[in-house]
């Protein structure tokens, strides 16, 4: 498995709607059953069962809280790991704020902010449920897997509720790095345009359109260079909408995409091993997390860990970026 990302193994799938009346014990061994037959191995299916991969109609559920009895003409989804996946730990510096009933967190790359399809248990969101002992603790907005940085969560529904208004009327704003090859042409510039669903055999995948039309999402992002090392450049990009993979598709419209997101044309290197993760990190943010009116701001900002930019390791990069200056006001 040299060759294959510990941290983001591939999801196998099967489905099917049950034909009558299952209790649970016989909806288990019907599953069981169905997932043998189709090449799932034994390990497979116990992981399955405890990440809380199967779904009916649409709802997932870990074994222990399957319901007592299985309605006939439920659509069943079963999600399983070709391979458990390497476990990414959330260290306690982590934690940049916890406060006014809301939580910042510097997500480390390859875990996810909430659950997926595949597990309900391995993610952002559950890890600090747990710690903070907070079960009503939701993110407010998501990065990608490969992406770290800043995240904010809340702690209660209402806070949730009010930070996701913030976010959608662009009061949130947020900057991130990237290392990107080749070197962009222009010292600065934006790009926008409509983003949309692209057809991918396995992948979630968007592609960038010019024009409005059914599913294209108006989205936004402006982009400063910063440096060039080692043939990666370093770009600063605050996106103003916050559409999924929205920085990673501007980019690679442009031509430079950025290092490590094979998804969206960036090669990588032969020989890396563990794969290299997608070069994204989101560095700042500001936000006002005081509900009283009139509160000031806070701004956040996330330490950049040790797999992102190696070219700038020997300058730290939060502070080559203060050094240059944050471009945009």
């Known amino acids: ?12 799938r099967k489905g099917w709607v049950t034909e009558r009346r299952l209790s649970r014990t016989e909806f288990l061994d019907d599953l069981r059953a169905r997932l043998a037959d189709a090449g799932f191995r034994s390990e497979q299916i ?36 070709a ?20 939580v910042a967190v510097n997500k480390p790359a390859w875990i996810t902010v909430q659950g997926t399809r595949a597990s309900q248990r391995l993610s952002l969101e559950a890890a600090l449920r747990e710690r903070l002992r907070c079960p009503t603790l939701t993110a407010i907005h998501r990065l990608d897997r490969g992406t770290s940085g800043v995240v904010l969560l809340a702690r209660s529904r209402e806070g949730a509720a ?12 947020r900057r991130y790095l990237a290392l990107v090859s080749p070197r962009p042409p222009e010292r600065s510039w934006e ?17 960038l359109h010019q024009a409005q039309g059914a599913g294209r999402r108006p989205s936004r992002t402006r982009f400063v260079r910063l ?31 950025i290092v ?36 000031p701001p806070i701004e956040l900002e996330a330490p950049v860990p040790h797999d992102f930019a190696p ?19």
């Open 311 to 329: 070219a700038f390791a020997r300058a730290p990069v939060p502070r080559f970026v203060r050094a240059h200056g944050l471009p945009f006001p």
């Open 191 to 207: 790009v926008s345009g409509y983003l949309a669903r692209a057809l991918h055999p396995t992948r979630i995948r968007f592609a």
């Open 260 to 295: 490590g997101d094979t998804l969206y044309g960036a090669a990588q290197p032969p020989s890396q091993d563990p794969p290299l993760r997608t070069q994204l990190h989101a560095i700042w943010l500001r936000a006002r997390i005081d509900a009283t009116p009139g509160a």
């Open 46 to 81: 116990a992981s399955l069962l405890w990440h809380g991969g199967v779904q009916l109609a649409g709802r997932p559920f870990a074994e222990e809280a399957l319901p007592n009895e299985v309605a006939p003409c439920t659509s069943v989804l079963a999600y399983a790991f």
């Open 1 to 12: 498995m040299s060759s294959a990302n510990p941290w983001d193994p591939p999801v196998l």
């Open 227 to 257: 440096a060039t090392r080692d043939g990666g450049t370093l770009v600063l990009a605050e996106p103003a909408t916050g559409r999924t993979h929205q920085i990673r598709v501007h980019l690679a419209q442009g031509g430079t995409p």
């Open 83 to 102: 391979y458990e996946p390497a476990p990414v730990p959330v260290p306690q510096e982590a934690v940049l704020l916890d406060a006014e009933g809301v």
């Open 162 to 173: 009010r930070l996701g208004r913030e976010l959608a009327s662009g009061r949130i704003r």
